[in-house]
């Protein structure tokens, strides 16, 4: 869910500036913003992966 969160206000209109043109302050705001969404899938990650391991004992 906070994948979403982040990319659909946050990425998806700064994607779409860039598609105007190259420009370095909104291509370093959407690097910010790859970084919490990283942080988000890593985190959904570790739990669906802690709950399997509940699920398997």
């Known amino acids: 869910m906070t994948t979403v969160v982040v990319t659909a206000p946050w990425s998806v209109p700064l994607h779409g500036r860039l598609a105007g043109g190259y420009d370095d302050a909104v291509a370093a ?29």
């Open 29 to 57: 705001r959407l690097i910010g913003t790859n970084w919490l969404r990283t942080a988000a899938w890593t985190g959904g990650a570790a739990c669906s992966l802690a709950l399997a391991g509940l699920g398997a004992s």
